[in-house]
């Protein structure tokens, strides 16, 4: 990239053989140019791998496989144009509606006590009262240093009743625990996986912007006789809503697309099909049903769901974080 | 609830409690594969689960001799994916970062937009096309199938111009033009290092995210020698259903792969403070 900045031009050579207004002209030119090429790397990548991905995408879900004859031979299959036939049938897939319902519930589950539990520890972190806070901040996020299917993996075990230390002491106290892959509870058990992986994280970023808060607002609060528990309610939660919004904002994005936590859990669990999350089905259709044209159409309505959410995303952002550069 | 304030500082059982239980929780599974890859394969579905035995080195051993030490392969191929991977998108995002802030040019905000556009676009949901395309070049397979699509990142670019934007004072970008350095070179010398705190966390950020990718290896990937730790322990665990004795070698495995991370992850704990609201980092 240095090379394509600073590399002599054409102009450059003419201007260094005759001092004058040629100099001013060409430092002008390649000064205006020099922007665009510096983010050559960045934009060339994006569009290689971002911005082209999708556009293919879109172009496959209106396609579809004519098979002419038996399908055998050279050119007795071609690629025709479908319309909107691929999406019409993906949203009216019964595989398709069970496992939005699916992602859709154990975002319910998820979302709420993630970030519920995220905010609870960030105020306790914030509270002087709190011991132990190095030792808890740190435990509390070491799972996030844990990939998904490293977490999904331990969980799984873990849920097995061999092995579950619930079961064991379930077991010696005579109570009948039920298997936590079993088909009701199943959701549930990935709920936690990804519990236990993003409490931590949320709780950072929630706690990042409390600690950003000034404090002479909690010495006001106090010397105003503000409780502990008023001054949490009334005065901090209010000046970290944008975070907690943010980190509700990401979570949503990525309960769409969970994938890891029911694919790794699958060994262990017999009731999760492979169709259990919208990405797994997209997956099943694209390689073991070699349907492309199916899994692209399912992809953009994916894609087009989290852009629903993206664009509130961006109406936050810009309007908060750019007011500082000028 | 209202206590005087001259007690108000005194600990609080029951702050301090509730946080404790959270890090237990957070520690629990942690605590068990410490103790469950130190059990033969007989020993785990039999004596207590967070009973410890005597054979972690046996399976390590074990693990070390299956298939010719391919795990340490996918530990060398996670390191090289995620450190290689990270350190590149770094440089390319926190240039195209320090240009989006520092320069002024016709179709700023277009860029701009469309990269932010592109913060949410799932990269599972470009992971099959990116297949397709690289599958094309004849390219899938390879380490470049896994390494190339990570380097973008919409998001580091995004944090990379608010750090420019606080840390480069344009004076100095001035005062070196002046002198005559070409604007590259006061890139990388000079604003760079002003970066630098704020990139680490943009590294780390990058680095976490490659290592916890799993869906773009798993599909651009065939050959388990150029596997990273996650695709070559799912597929361990997949085998395990049909052979159970691999279960006590998938345990190792995964005790194995995260003491490096978590290892580095105490270390470099000041890093993660983000801001993600207010998009500003006290790094």
Redesign the interface.
Known sequence: ??AT??APTKAEKTASAGPGTPRKARNFRQR?M???A??T???V??LV??A???A??LV?SFQQKKVSGLGLGKGAQSTVFAGFDNYIRSLTDPEFTASVLRVLTYGAILIPLMLG?AL??AL??D???????N??R??????????????S??????Y?P????FH?VADRLGIALPSLLNPDLITFAIANIAL?GG??FNM??MY??L??VPQEIYEAA?LD?A????TALRIKIPI?A??V???AL?SM?AT??V??EP??LR??ANSLSTSWSP?ML??RD??TRND?YS??AT?II??LA??A??FL??R???K???G??N | MSTPTEIREKPSFLSTGILILGALYCLFPVIWVVAAASKSSDELFSTFTFAPSVHLWNNIVELTAYRDGVFWRWMLNTALYAGVGALLSTWVSALSGYVLAKYDFPGKNGVFKVLLMGVLVPGVILAIPQYLMLAQLGLTNTYWSVLLPQIISPYGIYLARIYAAASVPGDVIEAARTEGAKDMYIFNRIALPMMLPGLVTIFLFQFVAIWNNFMLPYIMLGDDTLFPLTVGLNGLLNQGATAPALYTLVLAGALLSIVPLVIMFLFLQRYWRVDLAAGAVKA
Request: aromatic share 16%; charged share 5%; no cysteine.
């Open positions: 990239m240095a900045a600073t205006a020099t922007p665009y510096m983010l790397p960045g934009i990548l994006f791998f971002m082209a991905p999708i293919y995408t496959l539990f609870l520890f306790l972190l509270s002087r009262r709190t011991r132990a806070g030792f808890s740190t435990a509390i996020f070491l799972p996030y240093a844990v990939p998904a299917v490293i977490s993996l331990l969980w799984g075990f873990l097995l061999g092995v579950s230390p064991f236990w409490v931590g950072i970023v990042t912007s600690k950003a106090k006789g409780s502990e528990i008023q970290i944008p975070s919004v943010m980190t990401f994005i769409l697309q994938f890891a694919t790794t060994p262990l990405l997209v997956y694209a390689f492309i899994a692209a992809s994916i894609a989290t852009f959410i993206s995303f961006l936050i952002v810009q908060r974080a750019f500082q550069e």
